[in-house]
Antibody
Framework: EVQLVESGGGLVKPGGSLRLSCAAS????????MNWVRQAPGKGLEWVSS????????SYADSVRGRFTISRDNAKNSLFLQMNSLRAEDTGVYYC??????????????WGRGTLVTVSS | DIVMTQSPDSLAVSLGERATINCKSS????????????LAWYQQKPGQPPKLLIY???SRESGVPDRFSGGGSETDFTLTISSLQAEDVAVYYC?????????FGQGTKVEIK
């Protein structure tokens, strides 16, 4: 079955760190660009970060640049998001999403169920 | 960043009736070299992740019912549900992928009247 499964969410204090993981299965993970998209409680969707299939290109939303780091391990079919200096406004569900393009950055054609990150003292 | 604005924020439609959602981008998302509009639509049901419905403004994702259709060009787009079914109750988002920073509209909640 083609799927993405996120893990690593939880409750963390402001200023703290968390590492999210996304396990991919059912498709050739190494052939796709991958992304993180988040959703604050009761709010809309916000693209967070993207990584190319070979990890050669990384991009971040202005709201997380300098604090979050995206990475991947193609041998383990896994995507990661290291989140440092967390703020209350980083609270939300974080989705792992596959890019609809092999060579570019387009729409998101496969989504995980998400992992909840709560930043609170 | 390109700002995406949807209207209305919510709408209630009777079963079997047409539902139309609008999405406006702050700049054109039509790429002249390939004449494609870099716009997608998603459906998100309560407690579920978003699901891709439409890409390239009007191409339906595999498995999506043909009552869903997308239209428009440059800065103005629409998602139409031709005959609303109970299972279509959801929040719908448009998203542009023209800019380096991909952005979503604020969402439109569709309910049954």
């Amino acid at each position: 079955e083609v799927q993405l499964v996120e893990s690593g969410g939880g409750l963390v204090k402001p200023g703290g760190s968390l590492r999210l993981s996304c396990a991919a299965s059912g498709f050739t993970f190494s052939g796709y660009n991958m992304n993180w998209v988040r959703q604050a409680p009761g709010k809309g969707l916000e693209w967070v970060s993207s990584i190319s299939s070979s990890s050669g290109y990384l991009s971040y939303a202005d709201s997380v640049r300098g604090r979050f780091t995206i990475s991947r391990d193609n041998a383990k079919n896994s995507l990661f998001l290291q989140m440092n200096s967390l703020r209350a406004e980083d609270t939300g569900v974080y989705y792992c999403a596959r890019d609809g393009s092999v060579h570019d950055y387009w729409y998101f054609d496969l989504w995980g169920r998400g992992t909840l990150v709560t930043v609170s003292s | 960043d390109i700002v995406m604005t949807q209207s209305p924020d919510s709408l209630a439609v009777s079963l079997g009736e047409r539902a139309t959602i609008n999405c406006k981008s702050s700049q054109s998302v039509l790429y002249s070299s390939n004449n494609k509009n870099y716009l997608a639509w998603y459906q998100q049901k309560p407690g579920q992740p978003p699901k891709l419905l439409i890409y390239w403004a009007s191409s339906r994702e595999s498995g999506v019912p043909d009552r869903f259709s997308g239209g428009g060009s440059e800065t103005d787009f629409t998602l139409t549900i031709s005959s609303l079914q109970a299972e279509d109750v959801a929040v719908y988002y448009c998203q542009q992928y023209y800019g380096s920073s991909r952005t979503f509209g604020q969402g439109t909640k569709v309910e049954i009247k």
